[in-house]
């Protein structure tokens, strides 16, 4: 299995305040995704990265912002947690022109 | 806007039963589609196919693609309670950046 890490596992916030996720790899993909999971919508892309510093919008981009400052590393950033936002969470990583593999997941609860 | 529809949304069959999961898909300029199987955590890799009409195979699983029907079918026989899950179906299209768009999911029960 590739070696992907999410963290947290769980969090419950606040409404308002800022949250990052963090999604740590280690099979050197050029690749990485964050989506989210929710009853009757699958997984859905929020923002991906094809390299460091090199990062697009996916089709729930709104509110959400990322960061890859390391091949290993990718950050989720909800600004201003909005109640909406509660989901699951799981990052992806590719090295190209195969499958994707898929972090644990990040359960997060906004109240 | 490139989209993926999967069918039926939900299927409950009893163990030995042979199922049969649709996925049809509308992307620009398709390069491949996957099919991952998801219990309580990750999803988890099952095929990739390219071409249209090579059946991909895994003990009880199965899969194939129709690229000019624009849909894909996974199989499996002889199902076992280990089999419940959602199974996801991904196209991934050549414009743009390497991604994966998904649909919705089949989520299957398998009854003892």
């Known amino acids: 299995d590739a070696g992907i890490t999410q963290s947290p596992r769980h969090k419950v916030t606040e409404t308002g305040t800022p949250v990052t996720l963090r999604c740590h790899q280690t099979e050197n993909h050029r690749y990485m995704y964050w989506y989210r999971q929710d009853p009757g919508h699958g997984l859905r892309l929020i923002h991906y990265s094809y390299g460091v510093k090199d990062t697009d919008k996916g089709e729930v981009s709104d509110g959400y912002s990322v960061s890859r400052s390391k091949t290993e590393d990718f950050l989720l950033t909800l600004e201003s947690a909005t109640s909406s936002q509660t989901s699951v969470y799981f990052c992806?990583?590719?090295?190209?022109?195969?499958?994707?593999?898929f972090g644990q997941g990040t359960r997060l609860t906004v109240v | 806007e490139d989209k993926v529809v999967q069918s039926p949304l939900s299927l409950v069959v009893h163990e030995g039963d042979t199922v049969t999961l649709n996925c049809s898909y509308e992307?620009?300029?398709?390069?491949?589609l996957l099919w991952y199987k998801q219990e309580k955590k990750a999803p988890t890799f099952l095929f990739m196919l390219t071409s249209s009409g090579i059946e991909k195979k895994s003990g009880r699983l199965s899969s194939i693609l129709d690229k000019k029907e624009l849909f894909s079918i996974l199989n499996i026989t002889a199902t076992q309670t280990g089999d419940s899950a959602v199974y996801l179906c991904a196209v991934t299209p050549t414009s743009g950046t390497y991604k994966y768009i998904f649909g919705t999911g089949t989520r299957l029960k398998v009854l003892a």
């Open positions: 992806a990583t590719a090295a190209g022109e195969s499958e994707a593999f």
């Open positions: 992307v620009t300029n398709f390069r491949s």
